[in-house]
């Protein structure tokens, strides 16, 4: 259905497309796109204007209504935005807006059902944090991706190549040979 629909041009049908991984779409698929249009990640003015939509939408207004306020301890709230839009370089919009979303769940969860400064850092140390992680998996994939006839296991320090046993030579007596041997080097 979707390449019979995609086939030709229709003032009936359009389809947008949003991902992070394009490169990733079937040639059909990316065959029928007319226009790409790319959405880098927010710079620190943007990351700054969504920290303060998303502190107004998740952490103000419901402190200001509703029936169960949300109650906020007393801080600079222009102040704390602006240091958290420094912090969360390399974040998207979205995973600012669902740091909105555990600001609103730390207050509601804790003892007091105060949200303070120090729990609303907490969770912008965490999201970024799970973000370098993210990033560091993907550098991982990317890597595995460009290694011929092998996979890599990587640490923090350091990255392991394997071969698969396909990839040894006949020649060699794999049974007398320990790939791990230590005298052998270990690329970095």
Request: overall charge negative; proline content about 4%; charged content about 30%.
């Amino acid at each position: 259905a979707f390449l019979y629909r995609t086939g030709e041009q229709s003032s009936k049908f359009m389809l947008v497309l949003a991902s992070n991984t394009p490169e990733q779409f079937d040639w059909a698929v990316s065959d029928r796109v007319d226009e790409m249009v790319e959405f880098q990640l927010p710079g620190l003015e943007e990351r700054e204007r969504l920290v303060r939509l998303y502190f107004d939408k998740f952490v103000l207004q419901p402190a200001a209504e509703g029936k169960r306020r949300l109650k906020v301890a007393q801080f600079d709230y222009g102040e704390l935005c602006s240091e958290i839009a420094k912090v969360t370089d390399g974040l998207s919009g979205r995973e600012i807006a669902k740091l909105g979303v555990t600001w609103q769940a730390a207050a509601y969860a804790s003892d007091d059902g105060v949200l303070t400064r120090a729990m609303i850092m907490d969770r912008v140390q965490d999201a970024v944090k799970q973000n370098r992680q993210k990033q560091e998996w993907q550098t991982e994939e990317e890597h595995r991706k460009r290694t011929p006839g092998g996979f890599s296991v990587s640490s923090s320090k350091t990255t392991a190549y394997a071969l698969p046993p396909s990839a040894i030579s006949s020649s060699t007596n794999s049974s007398s040979r320990d790939v791990r041997d230590s005298s052998s080097p270990v690329p970095s």
